[in-house]
């Protein structure tokens, strides 16, 4: 039961770490495309 709580914990991690990089991508690329279609 003991050993299973580190790979829980660095699975979460991960998880955490992909969903907030596909996120900020996802926010900095609305954010080209406002600022790109603003500029034309």
Excluded: D, E, K, Y
């Excluded at 299973?4 to 991690?13: K, N, S, Y």
């Amino acid at each position: 039961m003991n050993s299973l709580w580190p790979r829980i914990t660095i699975f979460a991690v991960l998880a955490l770490l992909l969903a907030l990089t596909w996120w900020g991508w996802h926010q900095g690329g609305l954010a080209l495309l406002q600022l790109g279609m603003g500029t034309c």
